[in-house]
DNA sequence: TACCGGTACATAGCAATGCTGAATACCGCC
DNA sequence: GGCGGTATTCAGCATTGCTATGTACCGGTA
């Protein structure tokens, strides 16, 4: 994609990744590939582990250790009370913000 | 709203902006009032005119100075070709935001 | 006159977030 | 030993919205 949705892409990717822990746990590496799967094919490697830092630091996931067969141990996570609550409100905000581009999309005010 | 809310708003205030230019010519003073009433309360003053004169350098809207009866005059601004163009571009990347995150929302949860 | 509120625009410095680019580390296979 | 895939981390940068403040024009009013 370009720099619009770079742009985008801001304060919505932590509601991506918290809905996509919502459903499952899971670790860096593997999120950025279901990212890139989903379309995002830009996305860069270090702006998920930075986000994930961010996440942990705020208190919205726990995280475990997990050895891996094919590297370097993967850090998994898991969202907890608090990151649910936090997605709660994303979706409230991004609902907000959807109404309202959907209806200039649409025609007009 | 609140921190969630500015962080979203990056990358989409300019796409807002664009699509109530493409409604019709307004001015700064208008845009902000007009988005104060549509519940985006807390839109900060100065956001919308740095957000003007940024499209203004990129090329996107021409510009007409009017003056007013109440202070002092306005600068008018109007989508050109090239706002139509890049408005038609943020359409297209905020449908595939849009959709992805639809499907999530309800997939999810 | 002097002041206030509403209209209208501008800007310097800050905070948050994604990207670039590079480094580190583990493993199997040629 | 070297290569490619897996897996994480970090420093420095660009963009963008917010805060706070300043400028300017006008009418009403005390």
Redesign the pocket.
Known sequence: ?G?Q???M??????GIVLAILAVRSA???????WLRDQG?A?????????????IEQRGFVDVEKV??????????YSLNTQGRDHLEEFWRTWSFLSERLEQLHRGGN
Request: aromatic share 10%; proline share 7%; net charge neutral.
């Open positions: 994609m720099k949705m770079t742009e892409l801001k304060g919505t990717l932590e670790y860096g590496y593997e999120i950025t590939a995002f830009d996305i860069a490697e270090g702006t998920v582990y930075a986000l994930l830092v961010r050895p891996s067969e094919k590297g370097p141990p993967r850090k998994v």
